[in-house]
């Protein structure tokens, strides 16, 4: 079975601020997907990046960073210099080859305040 | 292009009574997934579709959820006899191609359908 662990409920910080959310997965699969979405307060779901089991490289969007540690089982996001429009609830997840299905983790409440 | 879109956004329901909750996914997508997502957690699985073929429905919790796409594009979910405890976000997502090989491709979220049950 596949588990996600996000440990923090909700963090706050003020804007421009660096802010990293955790987040831990299990999965005895050898092929898996990790994913991260942003769900601001109209409740969409916001795909924000995709990484493959196979792919330790970090990444790097714009203010977005992405670091992947298959050894500590870890994929943590970074915002740098965080803006009151990164408050959002972020969610990370999980999919195996076959599963298809995503296992999210419980969600971490961002506030940025100005 | 249009993204995934759900209707209605938001739905009361009294116990007991049978809702209709439907998906319409991105043009071309042949995977479509529900998901229900209670107050303050992560979105949990329902049901997954490919085409019009149901090849996963081990997330429903009971037999009073049902979900069909019989077209292999638009997809309803029906709640039969509503509970309180069915309260919840019903997500709809859908992805571009799911091949043989059980490649897993990145999943598109509509906005949700808010279901309250009084």
């Known amino acids: 079975a596949q588990k996600v662990t996000q440990a923090q409920t909700e963090i706050s910080v003020v804007e421009k601020e660096d802010v990293t959310l955790d987040c831990v997965y299990e999965?005895?699969?050898?092929?898996?997907?990790l994913f991260w979405y942003k769900q601001p307060p109209s409740g969409e779901l916001v795909f924000l990046i995709r990484?493959?089991?196979?792919?330790?490289q970090n990444e790097i969007s714009g203010r977005y960073s992405w670091n992947f540690q298959k050894s500590t089982s870890s994929f943590n996001f970074t915002i740098t210099a965080s803006q009151v429009v990164d408050s959002a609830v972020y969610f990370c997840a999980l999919s195996v080859e076959y599963g298809n299905k995503l296992v999210f983790g419980a969600g971490t409440i961002l506030r940025v305040k100005s | 292009g249009a993204g995934v879109s759900q209707s209605p956004r938001y739905k009361v329901a009294k116990r007991g009574q049978d809702v209709a909750l439907r998906c319409d996914p991105i043009s071309g997508h042949v995977s479509l997934f529900w998901y229900q997502q209670a107050l303050g957690q992560g979105p949990e699985f329902l049901t997954y579709f490919q085409n019009e073929a149901q090849l996963d429905k081990s997330g429903l919790p009971s037999d009073r959820f049902f979900a069909e796409r019989p077209e292999g594009s638009v997809s309803t979910l029906k709640i039969q006899r509503t509970q309180q405890e069915d309260s919840a976000v019903y997500l709809c997502?859908?992805?571009?191609?799911?091949?043989?090989?059980?490649?897993?491709?990145?999943?598109?979220f509509g906005p949700g359908t808010r279901l309250t049950v009084l």
């Open positions: 997502a859908s992805s571009q191609y799911t091949g043989t090989s059980g490649r897993t491709d990145t999943q598109y």
């Open positions: 999965t005895r699969d050898t092929t898996y997907y």
């Open positions: 990484r493959n089991s196979f792919d330790e």
